[in-house]
């Protein structure tokens, strides 16, 4: 089966040439299979910010090659970078960044607005991804008559309703509640594994990282360790996390 | 939905937008008032004798003209910069960079299509309320002019039009080039201060240089009505520059010198101050040149209103001197002339026989003529008022013909002294001049 994510060797310089130079990425190298729930964790500074931006097409890596969904996105020009990032992929922010100005329908509707989608096709597509997490009461309500857990429900219905491949995730439960980040959490695994969409987060939140199926470890711009939950056990799964944060931090 | 995109952004900032739009409809008020009055040559020509009128007026318009430019340029810029994090998100969701142009355009027109029309209103009113006021205080009915007049209301529709399509092109290259990821962040980007001492030095210096050749052109060629024409443009572009330059390195210099001292920079938190002016004085230097030059325009302005005030009583005894000339007053006039305040009467007598008009010269040597003293040679239409006890000088000698009855003003005056005067054999008329103080 075609790769959702195949990275190699990217290589990320911050500082031009008559500046200091900072290396944020070096030689990172892997691959999400479709339907995976991957997380990348590390402490502040360690990169995972900067390879989450590559991956979802914000920035360019200095060297190396990233396949998003079989597509070079390095290769991609202005409008065919529209386009992908229109039609394959969705993205969760920290702090949400709704419009204050659109109603929750309006935010999650947006990105097939923008596509020009038809009011009869934008619907149907709104509705139903909003009755799966549990938003169908709140669809008339101004992001400021929404909590938190709300706002960010709302954000990942938004990166859901065009059905991408792939959903990148920066920190989603960084701004949220125990109880609402747990929420979130439960609802993305769900949507990843009734929808099979790959879905791949950064956070450094060990709670939030257990919901996935793998999780990269990241120091100094490269990727160090790599730890699997094959058999789904979240407990488990959280206190391993915890083992590994402790010896990969020394 | 594209518009609502575009126009809902404004609505839900509207009280940030509220200040600079007000200022942006001030801007098209102010330049529709001045319009009015640049534009119309015919009301200029017909109620200023001074040539240079209409061509100042019309420097008048271009130095506005820089400063709305400058102004509209500013506040868009701060507008986008408030919309900018909202179209980088656009573009995250996939939006295409043709559509995020055509929403900046739709922002735009929008904002400076309500700003100028509200402006102009506006203007029209003002002018109307300015116009009756100036026209009050001149005591004099205006000629050829109407606070509505379609030219300027044409001449600010285009301008504005203009300014707009340029900063929304702007703004939207602008948003074209700047990475999604740095649109995303723009709010928690540093700003980079770029320093260039030798270029802050020469600043300085060519700014004080500009300045100084400014306002030596506007004291020296002012005066003169043949070198004004050259004198204006010049000052024009040297003062803007100048203010510009002066305000963009020497406040940075001032502010870097008042640092080093331990005695200033170290008190309570004027470090801070300091640190934080230097820090910001980029964004403020356009703003702070635009507002003196702005000062410089309505002193300016100020100037000119003033000046057509003044100018009732230099044309007034610029022309004649004397407000009244009656030659062999009766009771009926007497009475009239005896309610007049701060008069001053000259009176005369003279006979006439075929040929010539006898004047005594005692009486001048009494009550001495004042005149006005014309320098043709210049292109000054005023003249000097001058007084004199000897009538024998041209200008007085036409002055008192044309105030004579018309039989007897074609014929040659004669100054004569009282005993050939009381030989002559004729009946005498007597020429009354009256000077007022409040014409």
Not at chain 1, 51 to 72: F, M
Not at chain 2, 136 to 150: E, G, H, R, T, V
Not at chain 2, 152 to 181: E, G, P, Q, Y
Request: aromatic share 10%; net charge positive.
């Amino acid at each position: 089966m075609q790769k959702i994510v195949d990275v190699k060797n990217i290589e990320k310089v911050y500082g031009g040439a008559d500046e200091k130079q900072f290396k944020a990425l070096s030689n990172v190298n892997f691959e999400v299979q479709p339907g995976e729930f991957v997380g990348i964790m590390g402490a502040s500074g360690s990169g995972k910010t900067t390879l989450l931006n590559i991956l979802s097409t914000l920035d360019t890596p200095t060297n190396g090659v990233v396949n998003i969904a079989g597509e070079d996105i390095t290769k991609l020009k202005n409008n065919e970078m529209a386009d992908f990032r229109a039609n394959e992929i969705g993205f969760i922010f920290q702090d949400f960044n709704l419009l204050e100005n659109l109603t929750a329908y309006e935010n999650i509707a947006l990105p097939l607005a923008l596509q020009n989608k038809s009011v009869k096709k934008i619907k149907p597509n709104v509705m139903s991804i909003a009755e799966k997490l549990g938003l169908s009461e709140i669809m008339n309500h101004y992001p400021t008559e929404l909590s938190g857990g709300q706002k960010q429900r709302v954000a990942a219905a938004r990166a859901l309703v065009h059905y991408p491949k792939i959903i990148f995730g920066d920190e989603p439960t960084g701004a949220l509640d125990s109880k609402s980040a747990r929420t979130l959490m439960e609802t993305m695994s769900k949507v990843n594994q009734e929808d099979n969409v790959s879905i791949l987060l950064v956070t450094h939140d060990p709670f939030s990282a257990s919901f996935c199926d793998r999780i990269l470890f990241i120091k100094d711009g490269e990727i160090g360790q790599e730890l699997k939950n094959p058999n789904h056990s979240r407990g488990e799964f959280y206190q391993e996390i915890l083992d590994s944060l402790g010896t990969f931090a020394e | 939905m594209l518009n609502k995109l575009a126009l809902g952004g404004i609505k839900h900032r509207f009280r940030d937008y509220s200040v600079l739009f007000s200022g942006l409809m001030i801007a098209s008020a102010i330049f529709y008032m001045f319009m009015t009055m640049a534009m119309n040559t015919k009301f200029l020509e017909a109620n200023s004798p001074a040539a240079a009128t209409v061509f100042i007026f019309g420097f008048g318009a271009v130095l506005l003209a820089i400063i709305t430019v400058v102004y509209i340029g500013y506040a868009n810029k701060f507008l986008m910069s408030m919309r900018e994090k909202e179209y980088g998100m656009f573009m995250m969701l996939g939006s295409k960079s043709s559509k995020i142009s055509k929403m900046i355009f739709i922002e735009t027109f929008a904002i400076g299509a309500i700003a100028s029309i509200i402006g102009m209103a506006v203007g029209i009113v003002a002018t109307s309320f300015v116009g009756d006021a100036l026209m009050k205080s001149m005591d004099i009915p205006a000629k050829n002019f109407n606070s509505f007049y379609l030219p300027a209301l044409i001449a600010t529709m285009i301008f504005f039009l203009v300014i707009f399509i340029l900063s929304a092109l702007r703004n939207s290259i602008s948003i074209r080039m700047t990475k999604v990821l740095n649109l995303l962040h723009k709010e928690s980007q540093p700003t980079r201060i770029k320093r260039n001492t030798a270029w802050t030095v020469i600043q300085s210096i060519l700014g004080i240089i500009f300045l100084g050749i400014g306002y030596v052109t506007m004291v020296r060629f002012g005066n003169s009505p043949a070198l004004i024409y050259i004198g204006v443009p010049i000052a024009l572009v040297t003062i803007v520059l100048g203010t510009y330059f002066v305000i963009n390195s020497l406040t940075t210099t001032v502010i870097n010198f008042l640092k080093k001292r331990p005695g200033v920079a170290q008190k309570g938190i004027n470090n801070f101050t300091l640190s934080q002016l230097n820090f910001r004085i980029g964004d403020y230097t356009k703003i702070l040149s635009m507002v003196s030059i702005m000062f410089a325009l309505a002193l300016g302005a100020i100037t000119v209103g003033l000046g057509f005030h003044q100018q009732i009583s230099t044309i007034v005894n610029g022309q004649q001197y004397y407000d009244a000339n009656i030659v062999n007053m009766n009771d009926q006039e007497r009475d009239q002339v005896d309610k007049l305040t701060g008069k001053k009467l000259n009176e005369y007598t003279y006979k006439s026989d075929a040929k010539n008009d006898y004047f005594r010269l005692s009486d001048f040597k009494d009550q001495p003529i004042t005149y006005n003293h014309f320098n043709y040679s210049s292109n000054n239409i005023l003249s000097k008022t001058k007084t004199t006890s000897n009538p024998k000088n041209e200008e007085v000698q036409y002055y008192l013909q044309g105030s004579m009855l018309g039989k007897d003003r074609m014929k040659k005056l004669q100054f004569v002294s009282d005993a050939e005067y009381a030989q002559i054999k004729s009946e005498p008329s007597k020429l009354t001049f009256v000077k007022t103080d409040s014409f």
